[in-house]
């Protein structure tokens, strides 16, 4: 993770990837959450999907349905473990 809170992806089947967390003191809009069609309302905390190669494509994703997204397209975060894995809780 970079200093400023980005994680870049670069290895995902959706291509490269930059991955911005944004606080709920920055979410000012409501936005569309692709992955569940959701409202994610303002003053909601979420995350930015930018496309490296195409920035003008990028998504804001609930948390939740970002890594939902991720584990059905095979990604998992943690390169050591498989993309089924889940943490021990």
Do not use: N
């Not at 995902?12 to 979410?27: E, H, N, R």
């Not at 692709?34 to 190669?53: A, F, K, Q, R, W």
Request: hydrophobic share 30%; glycine share 14%.
């Amino acid at each position: 993770m970079g200093s400023d809170g980005r994680l870049a992806v670069e290895d995902s089947p959706l291509g490269p990837l930059v991955v911005k967390p944004i606080q709920p003191y920055q979410a000012r809009k409501i936005y569309l959450c692709p992955g569940c069609g959701g409202d994610i309302g303002s003053g909601v905390g979420h995350l930015v999907v930018i496309p490296e190669h195409a920035p003008d494509l990028r998504r804001h994703w609930h948390r939740g349905c970002w890594f939902k997204e991720m584990r059905r397209v095979g990604y998992s975060a943690d390169p050591g473990q498989p993309a089924d894995y889940r943490s021990p809780t």
